[in-house]
């Protein structure tokens, strides 16, 4: 598929629509959680602004993962299931496929952190490391996919991955209506770029005005330049983030032909700010948020994005993150 | 009013029945946050039973306490009010009072937390500041009120804040009831011993049956100990315990006329535990919990409530806790 193609494929809403994310909704009713819409005065203030936020933390297995993971085992023939991912999508992985009565093996970079290791295991899958700098993760997933007879469940380019995480957006869509608010924008994490094309999608049925923007790490901003541009770009080799849920090499094919008609652009945080953010979601908001899933409370907190006199959705992706990395975080204002 | 009256006229819900906690509920709807009902399968699995844990740092001031101080403030007669307390009452009253349009002030220990002195200010209240182990502070309250014209917001010992907090056990009876299940027990923290009251109150409504037991620090199981007994006794002196929100030296005069009839019995657990209850939210379910607000969970989770093979309600009450001791509950479990 050729990016125009997926374009024009993406504008009909083949490859991800709001029926396809109204059908994950029903598949997840009663299995996910339906995470609340948080707010915060003191963050309000801060950013002169209104922000509300969606705290997936709360979500089953810490991220939002899960519901993308859920919604694609559910539609899957019988037999085991294999997947690639940094750790979020893992724990997604290995929980839908308990749930739903299937094995399941992970392949996971070796310097993920302990706490998705260990969970991952702890949910019942064969956890198999990979050095992230050295291995494709993708060809030993294909590899064990073709060994074992396993169905790949891929961490983002793929519809029902999608319609799963734009379950997100549904549920920020009504819950925003049911206040009789229009919201004005939205920032949304991004790495494959899976949640913000389904949360994109929901929201702009929704709000057609809306402005949704991804945040990436700086040094990891390939959405944000390929959008620019109006092609997949690759991220430059060699930078660092602490935020390991965000770091997937471009954007996919498949997200990318989505999220270009659909998003106003993309922002790029550093990792103080990052930090920065975790300590206010700490502070404000109790809730424990990791690097990759703070970067949206961070560009708006930041300054990245002007929130002033704007009501801005903001989606906290995950809470799956070391004690270590966290204290660094309540550090980071001293 | 003596015990044996108060007895009598609780049973008949004179002090507080379920009528007032659903009043409270429509004064409070879309007002106070619909907090969730989380659960674990980690916890669930370390306790042998089902842990249904209703997060209150969730709610806006970062605990329950806004509930009963909307409630209250919302039924009386114009005029700024008065409050005295351990920090989230503080809070609750703050916020609750700027909202209806009331000047504040708050006595306060000096030695509270410094986030929740902080937040009190920016919320827009007065902070008077007295010695906890010297002053009187109903006294200083009473002689504000008195100078003022303002009125005394209590923090437990009165109706409508019993009520307000019961909006808690309400939430959680109405979410169990939707997803089918009835509940063995329920574990609530107990200072003063309102949240308890009202919470019981609306469990007991809808399951009979239910068990709702107190968690209070070891030494100031002051609660626990009146329940064996049969009337109200005082903490020894003298004792110490991080749960800076539990620290009232008695059960109130109304709320144990309340939960003498209803509480099933009272457990005591030591400052170690609630550090090791604070990490598992932290892992587990990514809430921030302050040491008073993780005790429920400490009980369940060190044994002294044993929860298996049962259905446990367990609530989180409030989150407001320094960066500080948040870091000492991380390093707990190491």
Sequence with gaps: MNADLATVAAADGTIVGIADIEAAAVRLAGIARRTPLLSSEALDAAVGGRLLIKPEPLQRTGSFKFRGAYNTIAQLPPGPVVAYSSGNHAQGVALAARLLGRRATIVMPADAPSIKKSNTERLGARLVLYDRNRDDREAIGREI???????????????????????????????????????DAAIVCCGGGGLIAGTATALSHHFPEIAVWSAEPAGFDDTARSLRSGQREGNIPGATSICDALLAPMPGELTFAVNRPLLAGGLAVDDQAVLLAMREAFLELKVVVEPGGAIALAAALSGAFDCREKTVLVVLSGGNVDPARFIEALDSGR
């Design 145 to 183: 996919a073709e060994r074992d007879g396993a169905h790949l469940v891929k961490p983002y380019d793929d519809p029902r991955i999608m319609a799963g995480q734009g379950t997100v957006g549904l549920e920020m869509a009504l819950d925003v209506r049911t206040l009789g608010i229009v919201p």
